[in-house]
């Protein structure tokens, strides 16, 4: 029996249809459609890339050079994104049995840590330009950091809606919100060029802009962080979804208890259920699966019982 199990699934290996749910045509339409909306903002985000470059070259702006840079990071994090979207959407196989959901997890967690590592470069190219000051053409820069705003704005408008339910497009989303702002100090420190002729404003303008992603890239790493390292979601209190579940009839105790983000959204418990009740057990994890869902958002559940004599030895409520 064992053996005709092991061919079946080593025959299921490349065949994730067996595992996943029925395909919803009507989600599958509207993830598409994002799928278009990243493709075109990254079309935009590169053709903008070069124009700044070449208008930073021109006009001798390391600010301008700066939001070039940033944004070609912009194109390049949509890129990640946008694979990762529909990696995510692969089922569950053989092979990947949780199916590929962190896959947008971890282009957040690629994303965030490339924009940590631009804004540590930037910071260094300011002190440098800080250090010994060079000429800026501030029409130059006014212009093209103009553009650039309207093109961010635009990117951004494309993937906000997107950004509100997934880690992923949130960290792309933050990649074009913090240049569109960034484009806004450029053009600032342009006009102060044109009227007051202060140079210092450009490299000290590439230091805000560093500052300023670097916080953040912060913010958006910790709860990247959490999921893949296992964390309980921060807005769920294990201490009273356990008293909730001790509560139930027949219910003795709980140990081995673990709380963690399946993915992005959904949330997983996994836990021994100590009873009195080994006849009700049916009726029992059924009410235990409501409480968990209706009060607690937890969809998955893995719960095993256990009677008195049967109890681990010295275990730990939570974890192992």
């Given at each position: 029996?064992?053996?005709?199990?092991?061919?079946?699934?080593?025959?299921?290996?490349?065949?994730?249809?067996?595992?996943?749910?029925?395909?919803?045509?009507?989600?599958?339409?509207?993830e598409e459609a994002g799928d278009r909306r990243v493709a075109l903002a990254i079309l935009v985000?590169?053709?903008?890339?070069?124009?700044?470059?070449?208008?930073?070259?021109?006009?001798?702006?390391?600010?301008?050079?700066?939001?070039?840079?940033?944004?070609?990071?912009?194109?390049?994090?949509?890129?990640?994104?946008?694979?990762?979207?529909?990696?995510?959407?692969?089922?569950?196989?053989?092979?990947?049995?949780?199916?590929?959901?962190?896959?947008?997890?971890?282009?957040?967690?690629?994303?965030?840590?490339?924009?940590?590592?631009?804004?540590?470069?930037?910071?260094?190219?300011?002190?440098?330009?800080?250090?010994?000051?060079?000429?800026?053409?501030?029409?130059?820069?006014?212009?093209?950091a103009g553009i650039a705003l309207i093109v961010d704005a635009v990117t951004a408008l494309l993937?906000?809606?997107?950004?509100?339910?997934?880690?992923?497009?949130?960290?792309?989303?933050?990649?074009?919100?913090?240049?569109?702002?960034?484009?806004?100090?450029?053009?600032?420190?342009?006009?102060?060029?044109?009227?007051?002729?202060?140079?210092?404003?450009?490299?000290?303008?590439?230091?805000?802009?560093?500052?300023?992603?670097?916080?953040?890239?912060?913010?958006?790493?910790?709860?990247?962080?959490?999921?893949?390292?296992?964390?309980?979601?921060?807005?769920?209190?294990?201490?009273?979804?356990?008293?909730?579940?001790?509560?139930?009839?027949?219910?003795?105790?709980?140990?081995?208890?673990?709380?963690?983000?399946?993915?992005e959204k959904d949330i997983s418990l996994q836990a021994h259920v100590v009873t009195s009740s080994?006849?009700?057990?049916?009726?029992?994890?059924?009410?235990?699966?409501?409480?968990?869902?209706?009060?607690?958002?937890?969809?998955?559940?893995?719960?095993?019982?256990?009677?008195?004599?049967?109890?681990?030895?010295?275990?730990?409520?939570?974890?192992?």
């Open positions: 029996m064992a053996r005709k199990a092991s061919t079946q699934l080593a025959n299921l290996r490349g065949a994730p249809h067996v595992f996943g749910m029925p395909h919803d045509h009507s989600h599958d339409h509207i985000n590169l053709a903008l890339t070069v124009a700044q470059i070449i208008g930073g070259v021109f006009a001798g702006s390391l600010a301008l050079i700066a939001d070039a840079i940033h944004n070609l990071s912009d194109a390049l994090s949509l890129v990640i994104a946008f694979f990762a979207r529909r990696i995510s959407r692969r089922p569950a196989n053989a092979d990947m049995t949780f199916g590929y959901g962190r896959a947008e997890v971890v282009a957040a967690l690629v994303n965030y840590t490339t924009l940590i590592v631009i804004a540590l470069y930037l910071m260094a190219e300011g002190v440098q330009r800080l250090l010994s000051p060079s000429e800026v053409e501030g029409w130059t820069v006014v212009i093209v993937i906000f809606g997107m950004s509100k339910s997934s880690m992923n497009m949130r960290a792309a989303f933050l990649h074009n919100l913090t240049d569109a702002m960034a484009s806004v100090a450029v053009i600032v420190s342009g006009i102060a060029v044109l009227l007051y002729d202060w140079r210092l404003v450009d490299p000290l303008v590439t230091l805000g802009i560093s500052g300023y992603i670097l916080w953040h890239a912060a913010m958006g790493l910790k709860p990247v962080i959490r999921v893949l390292m296992l964390a309980a979601p921060e807005d769920v209190d294990l201490a009273d979804v356990i008293a909730d579940l001790e509560a139930v009839n027949g219910v003795e105790s709980l140990h081995h208890v673990h709380l963690w983000h399946m993915g080994p006849e009700g057990a049916h009726s029992m994890k059924r009410d235990l699966r409501a409480i968990l869902e209706e009060r607690h958002g937890i969809t998955h559940s893995v719960l095993e019982l256990e009677t008195a004599p049967d109890v681990c030895a010295d275990a730990r409520v939570v974890g192992h």
